[in-house]
């Protein structure tokens, strides 16, 4: 079984910036791709980020681009999201997600982490 847990929400100011962890269990770290969606109130739980098993691809979406950055460390078993130039609109819940295959929907998604909660205040 696949076990996640994010860690660095927290309230910031528009402008600002949160850096998001998830540590994965990690005899399956290495295989699977690693995403960040989140989810508002009142809203489908949409894509954010995605990386590829090796690190080697990444995907992004429209309304994060230029502003977060995903990444991986192997050695710690971890997926980081950077998030700068945070917005009101980026308020959400964030969830870490794994899947071995290399997809872009949260349905496709077996495994999640328990959220954490990112405020950007205007």
């Known amino acids: 079984q696949v076990q996640l847990v994010e860690s660095g929400g927290g309230l910031v100011q528009a402008g600002g910036s949160l850096r998001l962890s998830c540590v994965a269990s990690r005899r399956t770290f290495g295989v699977y791709t690693m995403g960040w969606f989140r989810q508002a109130p009142g809203k489908e739980r949409e894509f954010v980020a995605i990386i590829s098993a090796s690190g080697g691809s990444t995907s992004y979406a429209d309304s994060v681009k230029g502003r977060f950055t995903i990444s991986r460390d192997k050695a710690k078993n971890t997926v980081f999201l950077q998030m700068n130039s945070l917005k009101p609109e980026d308020t959400a819940v964030y969830y870490c997600?794994?899947?071995?295959?290399?997809?872009?929907?949260?349905?496709?998604?077996?495994?999640w982490g328990q959220g954490t909660q990112v405020t950007v205040s205007s």
């Open positions: 997600a794994a899947d071995p295959q290399y997809s872009r929907y949260a349905h496709n998604y077996d495994y």
